[in-house]
């Protein structure tokens, strides 16, 4: 299958500092790629869709001066967390439709914001 | 909005015996995916349904797309302990490959050797 690439696997940072993820398609181009949310023993819960050369569509409650997604390119977008609190710690994960049907996730990120 | 119930929530089963899971929905699904998560990993792909009564199989893994478009069943035969994880199904509606995916709650898979 399509792989989708996303780094870091894990960051660590001080609250109220801001980290960004990124998530690529490497061997297709994506026009539009997604960012879900996972917490423990949680299902995965989409937060926004991002769209190369357009503004992000998000999730309702989900705060967009908080979450910036940019996707700059037809094979990258990033995820930034903005001022980030403990509340913020989470899983993240992106993915990208590829072909008629198919979906393929990046391996994740740990956020933990101390 | 919509929603699917997946179930069971969690299964833990010898190793050998078959597994089988299911989701429901309220409303229609175009395509049905069913996907395998690891601790601290991003889901992986398993199965991808887009018709309508298809039986899809791939190795020891075998999945129905349900032919009212709301439900769908995954089963693995002969069970492994690296069978053990969490499986999530997820769906999508509208036409095309949007990638925007509904998923499951997670069935957990623990197997004892």
């Known amino acids: 299958g399509a792989v989708v690439s996303q780094h870091p696997s894990w960051v660590i940072c001080k609250s109220g500092t801001s980290v960004k993820i990124e998530c690529r398609s490497l061997?297709?181009?994506?026009?539009?790629m997604f960012w879900y949310r996972q917490f423990p023993k949680q299902s995965l819960m989409l937060m926004a869709t991002?769209?190369?050369?357009?503004?992000?569509?998000?999730e309702q409650g989900v705060e967009k001066d908080k979450f910036l997604i940019n996707h700059a390119s037809l094979t990258l977008s990033t995820l930034t967390v903005t001022s980030a609190h403990p509340e913020d710690s989470s899983f993240y994960i992106c993915?990208?439709?590829?072909?008629?049907?198919?979906?393929?996730f990046g391996q994740g990120t740990r956020l933990t914001v101390v | 909005g919509q929603q699917l119930n997946q179930s069971p929530q969690s299964m833990f089963i010898q190793e050998g015996e078959d597994v089988s899971m299911n989701c429901t929905s309220s409303s229609i699904f175009n395509t049905w995916l069913w996907y395998k998560q690891d601790p601290g990993e991003g889901p992986v792909l398993l199965i991808a349904l887009y018709k309508a009564g298809e039986l899809t199989s791939n190795g020891r893994l075998t999945a129905q797309f349900g032919i009212t478009r709301k439900d769908s069943f995954l089963n693995i035969s002969a069970s492994i302990p690296s069978d053990v994880g969490i499986y999530f199904c997820?769906?999508?509606?509208?036409?095309?490959?949007?990638?925007?995916?509904?998923f499951g709650q997670g069935t957990t898979l623990q197997v004892k050797p």
């Open positions: 997820a769906g999508q509606s509208g036409s095309g490959n949007t990638g925007k995916l509904i």
């Open positions: 993915s990208a439709p590829f072909g008629t049907f198919e979906a393929f």
């Open positions: 061997d297709f181009q994506a026009t539009t």
């Open positions: 991002s769209n190369e050369g357009s503004k992000a569509t998000y």
